[in-house]
């Protein structure tokens, strides 16, 4: 009996230990296949990380061509906006030119362009300089406009404007004709005939003075061809280049300052205007070096031979028909008629 419980309790501990040992192989085993599918994940991990690194790249590539499309499509649109605006500009010119060839009113151009910069009129006004020049006009020069202060209050600036000169402006007193004005206006001011080209901003009144030929009196006659004179603004000035139709030139004239040189403008025997020099900015001077400089600043010429006005320094009068006479005593005289 003894033997057999012996036995028993040995076949006990060898099938105890059998289950031990048996149990220990499928944990080894299976601990080697969860490594082996762990290895195989961790593969398929590493592919996809490569994958997931390689589209990363590609979205950053795309991100890159979607911001290129992108500036390049602004380009575009500030291109086509260019060249709208340039479009516009031209058409608003040949509008003005039009009504100023065939002395018809024409609407305010600040009423048709909402919201016209200063930079747009001088604009503008440069198509119209280039629309007369492709008919055979020469620039001459340029005028200043706005000198005055009560001028500048009018319009809500602080600074002047300024308009360009051609050659068949500028001429010698004589006879004027209604025929040939929409709405006629005149004023007296001093010019300047330039004996050397200026390419360089002016820094000081010395290096003006010594670039100076011949000073003169002068008669600016001016034509805005708008129909309505009240809502004009500053930018329907520039833009139709001040509505200048000619400039009556005196002869060459001396003054030891220019400044305290007087004007009075009769009207058939009855002075209707007077004025100083120093009505031009205070300094005919520095309304010279202004004008000079404004023109360069904004890509103009300034050559020998050019002739430049440097504003009104009698208030500007609507003409009338009859005999004028501008006497600016010993600085000479300009005579001419209106009918």
Known sequence: MKMNRKRQMVG??????GLVALGSCISKKDYLVKVEEGEKLSGELTALRSEYDTLEGQKTAIDKQVVTLQED??????ILQASASTASQVMMAE????????????????????????????EIQAELVKLREGKGEVVMGYFAGLTSAPTQKRFGVTEPIWGTLCKSMLRWPGTLYQKDFV?????????????RDITEPIEDIKTLKRAVAIVFPAIHVIDPVFTDMKLMALSDLIAANVGTRKVLIGKAAKAKDL??????????????ASGIGKNALGDQWEALKWTVNDVLARGGKVKNGYVVLTGV???MVPAKPGKYLADYG???KIEFEYK
Request: charged share 20%; glycine share 8%.
């Open 183 to 195: 709405h006629m206006f005149i004023d007296t001011e001093i010019g300047f005939r330039f004996g």
């Open 330 to 332: 010993y600085f000479g």
């Open 73 to 78: 499509n602004l380009k575009l649109e500030e």
């Open 12 to 17: 006990v501990i060898l099938l105890t230990l």
């Open 259 to 272: 400044n305290a040189v007087t004007v009075k403008l009769v009207h058939n025997g009855q002075e209707i």
């Open 95 to 122: 509008k003005i030119e039009g009504a100023f060839v065939a002395k018809r009113p024409l609407p305010l151009v600040s009423q048709e362009f909402k919201g016209l910069t200063l930079d747009q009129a001088y």
């Open 313 to 315: 320094i009698s208030k």
